[in-house]
C-alpha cells in the first residue's frame, strides 16, 4: 500500500498540492506577468487554463521564473511574426 501511495503522491498528487497550495499566496511578479500575457495571448491563456484539468503542466512553468520569462518571450515573438 505504501508503494502504491508514493507512486500516486509522486506522480500526480505532489505536483496538484503544489500548484493549489501557490495559489493561496498573492503571485510572484513573474505569475503576474503571465497572466498578463494571457489577456491578449489565447495560447497562453489556454494552457492556463487547461492545467485546471490536469495541474502537473504547471510544474514546466509555473515555479520557475526563467521557464515562466522564456516561455512568454517565446509567445511573444510568436505573436509578432
Excluded at 500526480?12 to 513573474?30: C, G, K, M, Q
Excluded at 489577456?39 to 494552457?47: E, F, G, L, W
Aim: glycine content about 4%; proline content about 7%.
Amino acid at each position: 500500500m505504501q508503494s502504491t501511495f508514493d507512486g500516486l503522491y509522486e506522480g500526480y498528487a505532489e505536483p496538484v498540492i503544489r500548484w493549489t497550495n501557490s495559489l493561496l499566496f498573492p503571485p510572484p511578479d513573474h505569475i503576474v506577468r503571465l497572466l498578463a500575457t494571457a489577456q491578449h495571448a489565447p495560447r497562453v491563456a489556454q494552457r492556463i487554463a487547461n492545467g485546471f484539468n490536469d495541474p502537473r503542466d504547471y510544474g514546466s512553468y509555473w515555479f520557475d521564473e526563467d521557464a515562466t520569462d522564456a516561455w512568454i518571450a517565446q509567445e511573444s515573438q510568436s505573436r509578432a511574426a
